[in-house]
């Protein structure tokens, strides 16, 4: 009888593992998938220097008011995505339609206007 509770709790462990895990994934790409800021419809011309960090590129496109999602939200997923060492210097143009994904993407690509 033991034996069917311990399976049963780890039954139950593993299910909430994956719900929560499942979650996560599933708030992420909700992120990912949002454009920078829905009502900024200008663009704008973002020049990332070879050296500078990646939450100065942040600051820069929350001061042109491109950036409606949280930094620390943006920041998070891209520390897991491993953006920050794989962002490319160059002058960007920006408007606030790109996804953040896309975004993510354009800056490791090094394509420049």
């Avoid at 593993?14 to 800021?37: A, D, E, M, R, T």
């Avoid at 942040?58 to 060492?85: C, D, G, H, T, Y």
Wanted: net charge positive; charged share 20%; proline share 4%.
């Amino acid at each position: 009888m033991k034996m069917k509770w311990r399976k049963f709790i780890l039954f139950l462990m593993l299910l909430f593992i994956g719900l929560i895990g499942g979650s996560f994934w599933w708030y992420v790409q909700k992120i990912l998938n949002q454009p920078l800021n829905p009502k900024f419809d200008a663009v704008i011309e973002l020049e990332i220097e070879h050296g500078e960090s990646f939450s100065n590129v942040l600051l820069k496109l929350k001061q042109s008011n491109l950036l409606s999602i949280p930094m620390w939200k943006v920041q998070f997923i891209a520390r897991l995505n491993k953006i920050p060492e794989r962002m490319k210097a160059g002058q960007y143009d920006i408007d606030g339609q790109i996804t953040l994904s896309d975004f993510f993407k354009l800056i490791q690509t090094g394509k420049v206007k």
